[in-house]
Structures are given as C-alpha cells and as structure tokens.
C-alpha cells in the first residue's frame, strides 16, 4: 500500500499525459505553489515560465481571486441555464462591454478553449445559413446539408484545441493525429511572420500575403462557400508571431470586402497577456467571434465565445443548435471576474507593459551574445527566441516535423528545469518565455541568467 508521499508515481502510473509516450512521464511531486513559483516536496523552488500552459497569467494563487472562489462556493456553484447566477450574469455582461463593438453581445461559456472553437466555428455556418435562407429558420435537419457557405480558412501556423473540430481548423502537428478523420471544409493559408515570410521577394510582403489569401478566397467559392476566416491574433503554440503592422486591419478588410466573418481566438493571447486584455486591443480590429479560454478561469476551467450583436441577433429567433454541461459554471465565472477586476485595475496593465519592455531589452541582450537566436519577437509579456542553426540559411534547429522528437530544443528544456530551476516547455521551436503577468524585474533576471547559461552550455 502506497504511502501519501507517492502520489507522483501513482500518477505516474494511472494519469494519461498529455501529447507524451506514457513510460517517459516521471510527474514532479508539488507540495504548493506561490506567485510564479511552484515548491517540490523535495524544497525545490521552481520558475514557470510558461505560466501554466498560459492558464495562470496573474501567477498562482493570487490572493483577490482565491476569495472570489471561496464566497462563491458558499452560494451557488453550478446550476444550469434556464436560471441565473450573480456571477455569470456579470461575466457575460462584462465581457460583452470590453470587447470591441456594441455590447449588445452574447457569451457562450464553455470549459475549453477547444469547445469555445467549436462554438465558433458551428455559430459561424449556422449564422451564414441563416444569412442565406432568411427563411426558412434553422431546423433540426438544417445542419444535415450546406448550401450555404460553409469552409472556415485557418493558418498553417495555429492551434486551436485538441477536438475533432478543433484540431481540424488547427494548422499544427498535433492536426496530424486527428488525420484522415479531420473535419472537412476546412483550407490552410500561410500566417503573417516577418522573419520567415512565404512572400519575402515581394516589396510589401504583407500585401502579398494579403493578395494570397484573396486568391485562396475567390478559388474556394467566394462569399457563397467561405463562412469565415479563424486567426489567433498572434499566433501562439507555433511561435509566438506578432503580425505585422497593417496586416490585421488588411485581413478585417479583405474579410468585410467577400462578406466573410472573422474569428479571433484569444484564448492564449487574452487575459492580459500582451499588455492589453486583448491582442487585437493593439491592432484596432473589431471581430465577428472572440474566443477566449485558459487564464479567463483563473484558477477554474472555463473558455467564452463571444458573438458580435450581428451574430448574437441571428440567433434570436433561430434555434442555438450547440451547448454543453457546466456552460456558465457560476464559481468559475466569480473567479473570471475576480481576474478581470485585477486584470483592469488602474495599475496593473501598466506595470505588465513596464516588466515587458525591461523584459525585451533583457532578452534583445541576451540574443546578441548567442549566434544560435534566429529571432527575439513577441509583445507584452508573450516572447520568444527562435534558434536557429546560422543567421544567413535561418534553418530551424527544429523542424515542424521534429515537434515530438528529442532535439537540442527540448536538452535545453531539461537542462532549464534540472539545472536552472526554470519551468519551459520541450515542444517548441525556441525558448518560450511567457511568465506570470507579476513577474517581478529580480525574476525575470533569475530566468534570464538561466537561459544565457543554457544557451552556453550548449554552445548556442
Ligand atoms: C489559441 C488557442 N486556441 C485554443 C486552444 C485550446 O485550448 P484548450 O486546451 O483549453 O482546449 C489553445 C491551447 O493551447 C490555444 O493556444
């Protein structure tokens, strides 16, 4: 009989890790977390610098959302939608004020970032049905056909969830493992990267991506076959790609010229994670459908689809024909709203871009003394070091195809994490440096330091 001190190889033992070959997961053992740390029971103390899979963006256990928690679970925890809670009331109110457009919106509350796509992705054929056949209403045999459009255009570089739905609009490897049963209707364009750019021989290679996809657009029927266009405002998982400038409001552009919806998915990028709640905050674009998930919850799993007063209208007669249990889980909207009074407090977003812009100069410096630094990009507290194997070829230490193989990527990963006490992911095409949003200046020269050692440990 196992004691309580060996619950990390019971779970060893019985937990499915994920996106891992299961004999390799040796779990680390945690007695607490605190701030940006996580304490081992072996009295290690160490960094996350990917946040919690980006889900803990005000670091762990902050103090105003644990009591938000804690109130509510003396009132109402769950019920379902045909009655209202205080919480889930404010919450949708709230997020349909500070998103870009009338607030006349609807939220949809669901518990991943993957079903808040979902969410989106039907929304946005069911509402381009509706615009179609303004009658007869959607019925229950509607979704059987589609003469009406249809295809949603993702990017190569994305991820949008791990469902069957989700990994099939996802331009990621992991869609691999969803093949041949990927969901169809769904076409890849190429993502906005200024340092390797499909379009680099053009003048304006951002008009040219822009051109692309009018081509991609008129070649896949038009308005009367594209419903939408799905885009993470800054592409996330494959990279950490701030767009270019203009080519968010050229994409809003092209999207209104064919009358095509655009969907943001926020889920990584939202919460604060840029320096504004939202990263199209920076860009001055208004989308049909946000999409935001993993640090919404703060502590709590909980993701929202939030439709434009457009599409929010069309389902005022028409049957909303998707939803789930849990949908607007009232402790987990209290814990939303705490995180959003401590996200939009006078002070906080300030200090987050503060902390930023000595984190940039910090990691700008640190890539000068090493040649293997493709590329230093990112916004807000949201970077990354690209590496690379020379500067002139750009040729990526890892390829796409090398996602799950052991690559000096992932040796670095191990060495951050046994020998600097700094948590990263393995998976990644660089070093991913996404720390809680109260990073303080002293940790990010702890991490910094850690990463500069590991980069000359092994000659990068
Ligand atoms: C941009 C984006 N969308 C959706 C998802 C899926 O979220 P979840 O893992 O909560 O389903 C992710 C997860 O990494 C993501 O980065």
Same mark, same amino acid.
């Given at each position: 009989?196992?004691? *309580? ?37 072996? $009295? ?20 105003? /959302? ?39 919106? +609807?939220?949809?509350?669901? #518990? ?8 989106? /992705? ?12 303004? !009658?007869?209403?959607?019925? @229950? ?15 190569? $570089?994305?991820?949008? &969830?791990?469902? !069957? ?38 003048? *304006? ?18 308005? %009367? ?11 996330? !998982? *494959? ?15 092209? =999207? ?5 919806? @655009? ?6 990028? &939202?919460? &604060? +994670? ?25 502590? =709590? ?6 439709? %434009? ?44 871009? $503060? ?10 410096? @640190? ?30 230490? +890892? +390829? ?20 600097? #006490? ?5 998976? $990644? ?9 109260? /990073? ?21």
């Amino acid at each position: 009989m196992e004691t *309580n001190d060996d619950f990390a190889s019971i779970q060893a033992r019985h937990f499915m890790q994920c996106w891992g070959r299961q004999k390799d997961y040796q779990p680390i053992p945690v007695e607490k977390t605190e701030g940006c740390w996580i304490h081992t029971t072996d $009295k290690r103390k160490i960094f996350d610098l990917r946040s919690a899979h980006e889900c803990i963006n005000l670091g762990f256990n902050h103090p105003q /959302v644990i009591d938000a928690i804690r109130s509510q679970l003396d009132t109402v925890i769950y019920v379902t939608d045909d009655f209202a809670t205080e919480p889930t009331a404010a919450l949708s109110q709230r997020l349909a004020t500070l998103t870009p457009g009338s607030p006349n919106k +609807r939220v949809y509350f669901c #518990n991943s970032g993957a079903a808040a796509v979902e969410a989106a /992705v039907k929304a946005a054929r069911m509402y381009k049905y509706c615009e179609t056949f303004k !009658s007869p209403k959607i019925t @229950l045999d509607a979704a059987a056909q589609y003469p009406y459009p249809y295809k949603i255009i993702s990017r190569y $570089k994305s991820w949008h &969830g791990t469902t !069957s739905g989700a990994s099939s609009v996802s331009g990621d490897p992991r869609r691999w493992f969803q093949e041949p049963f990927t969901v169809p209707g769904v076409v890849f364009g190429p993502e906005a990267n200024a340092f390797r750019s499909p379009f680099d021989d053009s003048p *304006n290679p951002v008009q040219a991506n822009l051109d692309y996809l009018d081509y991609i657009i008129e070649n896949e029927g038009g308005n %009367s076959k594209v419903a939408a266009m799905l885009i993470e405002p800054i592409v996330g !998982s *494959n990279g950490i790609i701030p767009p270019p400038k203009d080519y968010l409001l050229g994409l809003r552009t092209l =999207c209104d010229r064919w009358g095509i919806l @655009l969907i943001a998915d926020e889920t990584m990028t &939202g919460m &604060g +994670r840029t320096g504004e709640v939202l990263a199209i905050d920076h860009y001055g674009i208004e989308p049909d459908i946000i999409i935001m998930g993993k640090a919404i919850g703060a502590y =709590c799993p909980l993701a929202a689809t939030i439709f %434009s007063e457009k599409i929010s209208a069309c389902f005022d007669d028409n049957l909303f024909g998707h939803g789930q249990s849990h949908s607007g889980h009232a402790l987990a909207c209290a814990a939303g709203l705490a995180s959003l009074d401590v996200l939009q407090a006078p002070d906080f977003l300030p200090e987050v871009r $503060k902390q930023a812009s000595y984190l940039e100069q910090q990691l700008r410096n @640190l890539a000068a003394n090493h040649s293997a630094v493709g590329d230093t990009r990112g916004l807000g507290l949201f970077w990354t070091m690209e590496l690379v194997t020379d500067h002139e070829s750009k040729k990526p230490l +890892r +390829r796409t195809t090398e996602k799950y193989e052991k690559t000096i990527v992932s040796d670095l990963a191990s060495y951050l994490l046994e020998k600097k #006490n700094v948590y990263v992911p393995s998976d $990644k095409f660089g070093i991913w440096v996404v720390p809680p949003l109260i /990073v303080t200046r002293e940790e990010i020269d702890f991490f910094v330091n850690g990463i500069d050692e590991a980069l000359t440990h092994f000659g990068l």
